[in-house]
Structures are given as structure tokens and as C-alpha cells.
């Protein structure tokens, strides 16, 4: 069975900086595209960023490019979002994703597995 859990999310202020960390299991980590993907109140869900099993290959969307960074730890099987100068549209809901395709987390459409998600609000 497999399992994303999602922590470290919390309340911050603009401009501040939160990291997020999804532990992964039940699944060959080594073999998966992990990602994040976000969803505020009442918006649909939308791509956030990726990373290719050997992390040679990372994505962002448009409005997290050059402040949140993603990465992964293969010995524990964990996939972090670092994010900094948060603004207050950066409020939602964050979701960690795996899947084989990396280009399913670019199209948004064909993702096989999700967590839970974790709250993250960020204050003006």
C-alpha cells in the first residue's frame, strides 16, 4: 500500500520562509517522479513542482520559480518544498504526488498517488 504523509505545514507571515517534507512508502521511491502540487479555497488544484528519480530533472510553476525548491533524500524516501519569500497567495492546501511519467505532473492529468496534503497560510 502506499503511503505520502505530508508534515510540516503552519501559519507564517509574508516573506517568510516554511519547508515542507513528505515521507513515502509502499512504493519503489528510487523509481518515481515525486512532486507537489497546491490547492487554495475555492481554486482548483495546481501544479507546483517536480523532481525526476535522480533528480537530474526539476520543474516549477510559474509562480514559485525562483523562490520554492524541491528536493529529495533517497535514503529516507522523502521529498521536501522549500519555500521562501512566501506571499500571501501562496495560502493553500499542499499536496505531495508520486508517479512514473514526470510529464504527468507538467500536464496535471494521470498522477497515481497523493497525500493527504498539509495546511500552509501565510499572513500579510
Do not use: H
Not at 503552519?10 to 513515502?24: I, T
Not at 529529495?72 to 519555500?83: A, E, F, H, P, V
Amino acid at each position: 500500500q502506499v503511503r505520502l504523509v505530508e508534515s510540516g505545514g503552519g501559519s507564517v507571515q509574508a516573506g517568510d520562509s516554511l519547508s515542507v517534507s513528505c515521507a513515502a512508502s509502499g512504493l519503489t521511491f528510487s523509481d518515481y517522479t515525486m512532486g507537489w502540487f497546491r490547492q487554495a479555497p475555492g481554486r482548483v488544484r495546481k501544479f507546483v513542482a517536480a523532481i525526476s528519480p535522480n533528480s537530474s530533472t526539476v520543474s516549477y510553476g510559474d509562480s514559485v520559480k525562483g523562490r520554492f525548491y524541491v528536493s529529495r533524500d533517497i535514503t529516507s524516501s522523502t521529498t521536501y518544498l522549500q519555500m521562501n519569500s512566501l506571499k500571501p497567495e501562496d495560502t493553500a492546501t499542499y499536496y505531495c504526488a508520486a508517479d512514473l511519467v514526470f510529464g504527468d505532473f507538467l500536464r496535471g492529468t494521470g498522477v497515481s498517488y497523493w497525500g493527504k496534503g498539509t495546511l500552509v497560510t501565510v499572513s500579510s
